[in-house]
């Protein structure tokens, strides 16, 4: 991996780890284009900018991570056990899922997904939930196993607990923060298990590709938290629907 492959692959992770259009996905298909093994190092390196961006959430939102924010915390780690608990007795069944195919069907099912929702079932004044902290235990439990979908390849972990959300009364502002924390526990669960997994292929890494991508992930990822809150206080996820329906129907005719 070059210092240039770094660079790509930080920007992407960082832009599309939080939005609702499946990071993994995009990391996937751009590894195809650059050409990149998915060997023990280029893993590595994908723990390493995730890492990143999760100490971009942490900065974002370093005022909910105190001991006063302890009930948010507590329904955050709920919402965090179904995806837990599945994704550690799954593990193997999911890797298998790792497929160019399997990512394209899972884009568009997600975008249509997105359409349908906003069309039919979210209504301004309808959403009950305004505030991350006024979430309830069976709003957060519910936000939980739809992030098990998540699970699948492209399909997207912002996209599943956006729509778990938006389902059950959370505006898109909020349903997007609320993610946003939820990603802490499960990044750092993944991660942490990858680093244990890997610590040894950090050796024969190049430390200054490593450094570059964590700090083009992370300074990315800091900057389209803000912007994605800002964009959801004026439109809706009509285009994050949109897109993932277009880019699913380019990877299948692409590499079909």
């Known amino acids: 991996m070059t210092i240039a492959d770094s660079i790509i692959l930080g920007v992407i992770e960082g832009f599309t780890e939080f939005l609702p259009i499946s990071s993994t996905g995009h990391l996937i298909v751009a590894s195809e284009f650059l050409g990149l093994e998915q060997n023990a190092i280029n893993k590595a390196y994908e723990v390493i900018i995730q890492f990143s961006a999760i100490l971009a959430v942490v900065l974002n939102y ?3 991570f105190t001991l006063q924010k302890v009930d948010l915390w507590a329904k955050v780690f709920l919402a965090f056990l179904p995806i837990g608990a599945v994704g550690f007795l799954f593990s193997s069944q999911i890797k298998a899922l790792f497929d160019i195919t399997v990512v394209a069907v899972m884009f568009i099912v997600g975008g249509i997904l997105f359409l349908i929702v906003e069309k039919f079932f979210i209504k301004e004044d309808a959403h009950t939930t305004h505030d991350v902290e006024a979430i309830t235990l069976k709003q957060s439990m519910i936000v939980g196993f739809a992030q098990v979908f998540a699970l699948i390849p492209g399909t997207s972990r912002a996209g599943a607990t956006i729509i778990g959300a938006l389902l059950v009364g959370i505006d898109r502002k909020t349903s997007a923060e609320f993610s946003f924390l939820l990603a802490f ?10 680093l244990l997994k890997h610590y040894k292929d950090f050796s024969d890494a190049n430390l200054m590709v490593l450094g570059v991508g964590f700090i083009t992930s992370f300074i990315v990822a800091y900057i389209t938290i803000k912007l994605f809150l800002k964009f959801l206080e004026r439109f809706t996820f009509v285009s994050f629907g949109v897109y993932r329906i277009i880019f699913g129907v380019a990877l299948l005719l692409f590499f079909n």
């Not at 526990?185 to 990858?194: E, I, L, T, W």
Request: net charge neutral.
């Open 185 to 194: 526990p499960v990044m750092s669960a993944v991660a942490g298990y990858d």
């Open 62 to 64: 370093r005022d909910k």
